[in-house]
Antibody, heavy 119, light 107 residues
Framework: EVQLVESGGGLVQPGGSLRLSCETF????????MTWVRQAPGKGLEWVAN????????HYVDSVKGRFSISRDDATASVFLDMTNLRVDDTAVYYC????????????WGRGTLVTVSS | EIVLTQSPAALSLSPGERATLSCRAS??????LAWYQQKPGQAPRLLMY???TRATGIPARFSGSGSGIDFTLTISSLEPDDSAVYYC??????????FGGGTKVEI
């Protein structure tokens, strides 16, 4: 059974840093693109970043470029999101998702981890 | 950046009725469109990809259509469990991958 489990969320002050982790189970992690999507309280979905199976090609939404970094570790079947210089508007539930092999959708999602940026 | 506009923002229907949800792209996205369902307090769930291909386990009452700019998700006979917010997502021109603002369906 495919599972994705996020962790690392919490309360952080503006300007602070946080590392989110997403541990995966039940599929050949090394063969799949992985994605982070966030959802601010009461708002819609926003794609944040994704990383190719090779770990080299990475993409980000403009609002996080230079502040967030996505990475992966095939040995632990995990994907990470390092967030620095956090802003109040980064407050959201962060979801980790697997990209389908056809790169046409995100077919499995974790339950999410809440990041709150507040003083 | 491709902008997706979903309409209506919300609709309230009765069990057994038909729901028609619209997603319009700011430019042609061919058929590179996916639909997701999100229930309160839950993660999104993939419903449809490539406009009209149902994901694993999605019942046949869900169907998708369209190409280019205009797309539709139809739920042919609503069940109480279909109450959720539905999002479309384009996969044609990225980054960024973009979502529509969502349509809330209340049964």
């Amino acid at each position: 059974e495919v599972q994705l489990v996020e962790s690392g969320g919490g309360l952080v002050q503006p300007g602070g840093s946080l590392r989110l982790s997403c541990e995966t189970f039940g599929f050949s992690f090394r063969n799949f693109w992985m994605t982070w999507v966030r959802q601010a309280p009461g708002k819609g979905l926003e794609w944040v970043a994704n990383i190719k199976a090779d770990g080299i090609e990475k993409h980000y939404v403009d609002s996080v470029k230079g502040r967030f970094s996505i990475s992966r570790d095939d040995a632990t079947a995990s994907v990470f999101l390092d967030m620095t210089n956090l802003r109040v508007d980064d407050t959201a539930v962060y979801y980790c998702a697997r990209e389908r092999e056809g790169y046409d959708s995100s077919d499995y999602w974790g339950r999410g981890t809440l990041v709150t940026v507040s003083s | 950046e491709i902008v997706l506009t979903q309409s209506p923002a919300a609709l309230s229907l009765s069990p057994g009725e038909r729901a028609t949800l619209s997603c319009r792209a700011s430019q042609s996205i061919n058929t590179y469109l996916a639909w997701y369902q999100q229930k309160p307090g839950q993660a999104p769930r993939l419903l449809m990809y490539d406009v009209s291909t149902r994901a694993t386990g999605i019942p046949a009452r869900f169907s998708g259509s369209g190409s280019g700019i205009d797309f539709t998700l139809t739920i042919s006979s609503l069940e109480p469990d279909d109450s959720a917010v539905y999002y479309c997502q384009q996969r044609y021109d990225w980054p960024p991958l973009t979502f529509g603002g969502g349509t809330k369906v209340e049964i």
